[in-house]
């Protein structure tokens, strides 16, 4: 059995969350109240608590061109194969940047680089030169002590690093419904990420979530 906690969702990114898996005996399992002073994260989600039920489907690839072209030119079978939302093991929606690569990078201690890689040391530079300037002298030091060493080592072996960040999958993807009161921001989906080796190992301690929304 596989539970899923999350916490606080203030941010988009990187969400406070928890994976637990139990292969033991189910009947050694029981229902239990929350610990003592612990309280839901936010007082008005209210989810309305459902069985649910999973079953197998083929789904295509959001990226490369024969989604494109089933998105253009055949709606049926675009709905059919693309068009998917709750899932197990399933793909991560692409509004906005690199999803996996936030997965990668945040769980591979590299995660001052999140929303950074694509700038140059000059640029690094001139924003800690900046900080020190309207009086943020600690900020100023980190861009430079602890920021500015990873985005190097990162673009230096930047083919290494985004060859690995592939290795990161859905592991669970939720949509915003309705009927269960879940809405995620803006209608979008709370994703579960993981690292395929760490799933093959059934080491769930090392995830990573997502909140996806246009």
Known sequence: MLYFFVGADEQAYNIDH???YYNGDNRLLQKTLPPEGKREADEER???????????QIAISTEGEAYEVLMEEYEDAYYQLCDRSDALWGQHQSF???TPLDAYLCRNGMEELLFRTYKSESVIREEAKQAVERGSLEYG????AEVLPKLLDYQANKEQHVKASKNWHVLLSLSSLDEVNMCWWDAGYLEFLIDKDDLKNLNFTNTYVNLATS
């Open 18 to 20: 928890k994976v637990y």
């Open 46 to 56: 209210e989810f309305t608590s459902h069985r649910i039920s999973f079953h197998p």
């Open 96 to 98: 906005a940047g690199d």
């Open 141 to 144: 030091e980190h861009l430079i």
